[in-house]
């Protein structure tokens, strides 16, 4: 049959905007959570991971949030620069004991300056 | 330090073709993992190999097949191709695979089938 792409929900700033990207990710049982940038022609770029007995972790101008009461995880990104922009993936763990991962649909972030 | 190589990054080949895509993992990383992303699927799971063993598998076809060697250094293979196997396929090393750490991924190999 015919495949559908994907519609990826776009998020769209201005420059020195501070971003908030969401994922709902679906597991209970995920222990191990990864946000990942991924710029056109180009494999993912890890960003910032975080684990489940944690619930926010900071790095260099992003912060993820996870609240597994609603199995929901956030990446805020502070002062959005042009060069942000790019999908962005959250992905799970699901698997304890390997290193497999299972991705969310992306967001796609537009950076205006 | 290098990061995750994929070779080749691109490639063309012909329905019922088969073809090998080869990753190197970052150097001291023995986890490797494959992943194809399509428009319509998005970034789903392949395989995974450890210490050349496959330790976890997705739901693909058996035309999907990988294999890990001593090195680390993995290939994946695709037989009898089809036009949906046209796709970006990614490798991702990780240090260990007994703790999830940081998957670090190529560029990837940029497969299209015609």
């Known amino acids: 049959g015919e495949s559908v792409g994907l519609h990826l929900p776009t998020l769209s700033v201005q420059e020195g905007d501070n971003s908030i990207i969401n994922c709902a990710y679906s597991?209970?049982?995920?222990?191990?959570f990864i946000w990942y940038k991924q710029e056109s022609g180009k494999g993912p770029q890890f960003i910032i991971d975080?684990?489940?007995?944690?619930d926010k972790r900071q790095g260099q101008r992003v912060t993820v949030l996870l609240n597994k009461t609603v199995k929901h995880l956030s990446l805020q990104i502070a002062a959005t620069q042009p060069g942000d922009s790019a999908v962005y993936f959250c992905?799970?763990?699901?698997?304890?004991?390997?290193?497999?991962?299972?991705f969310g649909k992306g967001t796609m972030l537009l950076v205006s300056p | 330090k290098a990061g995750v190589t994929q070779t080749p990054r691109y490639l063309i080949k012909t329905r019922g073709q088969q073809v090998t895509l080869s990753c190197s993992p970052i150097?001291?990383?023995?986890?490797v993992s494959w992943y194809q992303q399509t428009p319509g699927q998005g970034l789903q799971f392949l395989f995974e190999?450890?210490?050349?063993?496959?330790?976890n598998k997705g739901n693909f076809p058996g035309r999907f097949s990988g294999r890990q060697f001593s090195n680390s250094r993995s290939e994946m293979n695709v037989s009898t191709l089809e036009l949906g196997d046209s796709a970006l396929y990614l490798c991702?090393?990780?240090?260990?695979?007994?703790?999830?750490?940081?998957?670090?991924f190529g560029q990837g190999t940029r497969l299209t089938v015609v």
């Open positions: 150097s001291g990383h023995r986890s």
């Open positions: 992905a799970e763990n699901r698997n304890s004991g390997y290193s497999t991962l299972t």
């Open positions: 991702a090393s990780s240090l260990t695979n007994n703790k999830v750490t940081e998957a670090f």
């Open positions: 975080i684990r489940s007995n944690m």
């Open positions: 190999y450890f210490s050349e063993t496959q330790r």
């Open positions: 597991n209970s049982a995920s222990d191990y």
